[in-house]
């Protein structure tokens, strides 16, 4: 059984602290003393005394949201389909700026959707309780609540005070939820590789900024999850969803767009960035979104080579197919850049008109299945003695370098640890050389192999 909570409010007001408070940092939403941060909805999910909670964070809601037909209005459009989804809203306010007419315009708003209304009022500590508490009373709502996100204050109680009224309740507003339990147990296992169809694939969408990565997510969802707009940067923090198709379940995780380090500017984008890369310990399949009008880059050369060595499945989007002729993609597929990187798969869409994204599903199911493919070490080891016929390791100190065997270490990625002796003083051209021979011998399509060398410990050596 499950409710759902919506945490709604003025920006600023301390609605992403308190999610990390109450989800205990798990989901990690970007806080800070800026306004504005959040602008996608994100979901994390809690158990208090065996209730279970899928709370929203919605984006702050800014004086003009209502009326300008920009970010802002459609960051309105985010919070009113997070309104719709809770069985319970929570409008969080801050004491220290004391009650504004923006907050009595909300609670009028939120009374028009007929939804359970909680008032938090948030920030209290270092301030006089009663005087607080005297002018949030004029607001006559029956639920409220004093507290600080920050400190923990009042937290406890707020959560068995939640449970307590749906408990009571007689037409309870509790609802099955299927997915729930999946994940729940997805958001707390980190990189839990799948092994079968009841698992979940979890996918990155990663590009330069304004490349159409949230435009393709939303595309793949059928829904309008995230906010999109034609200014780069849009999206700052990373926003993951759930979709089952065919019995299988796909995480989307989609994430700030990754400038130059020379050209990152803000404290927030670099928080940004940051949370963006740690994705990639998370994920099992990359989507490198690129803009086929810009042709790849160096941004994207380096991209691809952090994916690629942090061990994930990666797949290259490129996007804005549409405004590209014929040659202009003969061009973008004869890059130096596609030449290195034969195991990866390219594929053109156009995100904005939906075309070509119903066969990426198909290009995940491979990528991924392909990094957890199970394989024999005789057919590991046959694949080494090939490539050493082909290409002797080189000498060293007058003895060549001995290989003798390999075998499968781990799954996703693909782990083949190779034993001999003095493998440390191999180069990296003939690690390379090793580790190409394997990925077009295996044909791990999208797939990364990892190569671990482990070396035999000499008896008469102290």
Known sequence: MVITIALI???????????????????????????????????????????????IDTPGINEDSKKKISLDKEIFEQVKFSIKQADLVCLVVSARNKLMHKDV???????KFQKKIFLLVNKIEGLNFDLVKYEFYTLGLRNMHFISATNGIGIDFLTNNICSFFTSQKNSL????????????????????????????????????????????????????????????TTRDSNWSLIIRNKINYMFFDTAGIRKKNKISTYIEKISVHKTLKILNLVHVVLLVIDAMDGFSDQDFYLLNLIIKNGCSVIII???????????RINVLNSKMLKLISHVKCHFISAKHNMGTSIIFKLINEAFFNSIKKIHTSKIT?????????????????????????????????????????????????????????????????????????????????
């Open 9 to 55: 409010g003025r920006t600023n007001v301390g609605k992403s602290t308190l999610f990390n408070k109450l989800t205990g940092n798990r989901n990690d939403a970007l806080a800070s003393n800026h306004a504005s941060l959040t602008r996608d909805r994100k979901h994390g999910f809690i158990i208090v005394n065996n209730t279970k909670i899928v709370l």
């Open 318 to 328: 490129l996007n804005k197919n549409d405004k590209l002729s014929e040659k202009m």
């Open 174 to 233: 509790y609802k099955k939820n299927k997915d729930f339990d999946i994940i729940y147990s997805i958001t707390n296992d980190k990189k839990n590789c799948c092994q079968n169809l009841n698992k979940t694939i979890k996918i990155a969408i990663i590009g330069k900024p304004n490349v159409g990565k949230s435009t393709l997510i939303n595309v793949l969802l059928n829904e309008k999850r995230v906010i999109v707009d034609s200014n780069p940067g």
């Open 382 to 462: 046959e694949i080494l003695k090939l490539a050493i016929t082909k290409h002797q390791p080189p000498i060293y100190k007058r003895d060549r370098i001995k290989i003798k065997y390999a075998h499968i270490g781990k799954h996703n990625p693909l782990t083949i640890i190779i034993h001999g002796n003095k493998l440390e003083k191999l180069s990296n051209v003939y690690k390379k050389y090793l580790t190409n021979f394997f990925q077009s011998k295996l044909n791990l399509v999208g797939s990364s192999i990892v190569l671990y060398f482990k070396s035999s410990k000499n008896p008469f050596i102290k």
């Open 105 to 111: 315009e909300i609670i009028e708003m939120l009374r």
